[in-house]
């Protein structure tokens, strides 16, 4: 089966940076077309020279990437530097990049992209705000019909928010964008909360990492090291919840994980709820099903996945 060409809409972030990274390691599955970078973890300039480092640090300084939306649509940017750090990617000592930025607008890299690729053959792969997905559904509408799936991490119904008490931060920061997309009608797979919290690199895991023993495997137990901070003081939990590499993860081996098509409405509406990823998921509503929502994985099938992979690069 030839590989699935996709888009990585991204605001790198460690854990973006290790979905990026699995994708870069696994040709067979995945052909990256490009990187469109946005605002959300840390502002636009750090999330493009993020995405640009760890393209070079996976050896593959020909991949596109392009610089997006450096505020949500209509809101307040909100960034999140006390998750990840002030650079977004810190953690690591990593150099900078000496690959370009692509010219031009990321928004129109992926417009262009799907009026030059047949219908239903790209893959959209969202792991930040949805600013850019959404900026492209306004100014060319009719790609939402080219668009093969949107495979993106956000959201959350049983685990509620880890921004506000109800939102998750790449719905919060932008949920006019996700308004915008939730009600495309493009075939959605959302990885929320409820499934990436359970994808937990506890301290087996990330020694895995480490006896890789390459800059990559480094790289990303440094990474971790760093990012569970956040987490374990405020969940308790085991380790660091890997959001975004689910979503690469979904398209090598969509089979790790198991949810339910449902209606999942944005609350734009009321500042309590901002954000919230409304997900009928006992179906008590009319509201037609529009998403796949993740709500499970195996675990250990992810990170055996995911560790082969990486030591890959
Ligand atoms: O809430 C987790 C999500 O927000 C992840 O994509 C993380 O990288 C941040 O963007
Ligand atoms: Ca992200």
């Given at each position: 089966m030839s590989p699935r060409k996709i888009i990585i809409d991204t605001d790198p972030g460690q854990d973006d940076a290790v979905a990026i990274l699995l994708a870069l390691a696994s040709p067979e599955e995945i052909d990256v077309l490009g990187i469109s970078c946005v605002a959300g973890n840390v502002p636009l300039a750090l999330t493009c020279k993020n995405a640009l480092i760890i393209c070079e640090l996976a050896g593959r300084p020909d991949v596109p990437v392009y610089a997006g939306s450096e505020q949500p649509i209509s809101r307040r940017l909100v960034?999140?530097?006390?998750?990840?750090?002030?650079?977004?990617?810190?953690?690591?000592?990593?150099?900078?990049?000496?690959?370009?930025?692509?010219?031009?607008?990321?928004?129109?890299?992926?417009?262009?992209?799907?009026?030059?690729?047949?219908?239903?053959?790209?893959?959209?792969?969202?792991?930040?705000?949805?600013?850019?997905?959404?900026?492209?559904?306004?100014?060319?509408?009719?790609?939402?019909?080219?668009?093969?799936?949107?495979?993106?991490?956000?959201?959350?119904?049983?685990?509620?928010?880890?921004?506000?008490?109800?939102?998750?931060?790449?719905?919060?920061?932008?949920?006019?964008?996700?308004?915008?997309?939730?009600?495309?009608?493009?075939?959605?797979?959302?990885?929320?909360?409820?499934?990436?919290?359970?994808?937990?690199?506890?301290?087996?895991?990330?020694?895995?990492?480490?006896?890789?023993?390459?800059?990559?495997?480094?790289?990303?137990?440094?990474?971790?090291?760093?990012?569970?901070?956040?987490?374990?003081?405020?969940y308790d939990s085991e380790g660091a919840p890997l959001h975004d590499p689910c979503v690469t993860a979904y398209i090598i081996a969509s089979d790790i994980f198991s949810g339910r098509h449902v209606n999942v409405e944005i609350e734009t509406g009321s500042e309590l709820t901002m954000g919230m990823t409304v997900a009928d998921w006992w179906d008590v509503t009319d509201r037609p099903a529009n998403a796949l929502f993740i709500g499970d994985l195996d675990a250990d099938r992810f990170f055996d996945l995911l560790t082969a992979r990486l030591a890959r690069l």
């Open positions: 960034t999140a530097e006390h998750v990840h750090g002030e650079t977004g990617l810190n953690g690591p000592v990593l150099p900078d990049p000496k690959m370009p930025l692509q010219d031009g607008h990321a928004v129109d890299f992926i417009i262009d992209t799907l009026r030059r690729e047949p219908p239903n053959t790209v893959t959209l792969c969202a792991l930040g705000p949805l600013t850019n997905v959404a900026k492209a559904l306004q100014k060319a509408p009719e790609i939402a019909d080219r668009i093969q799936e949107l495979v993106l991490m956000g959201g959350a119904y049983f685990e509620v928010g880890n921004i506000t008490p109800t939102a998750e931060f790449n719905i919060y920061v932008d949920p006019q964008a996700a308004e915008i997309v939730f009600k495309s009608g493009i075939p959605i797979v959302v990885f929320p909360l409820d499934v990436t919290h359970k994808a937990l690199v506890t301290k087996p895991r990330n020694d895995a990492f480490r006896a890789l023993a390459t800059p990559v495997g480094n790289a990303v137990a440094e990474m971790t090291d760093f990012f569970e901070r956040f987490d374990k003081s405020k």
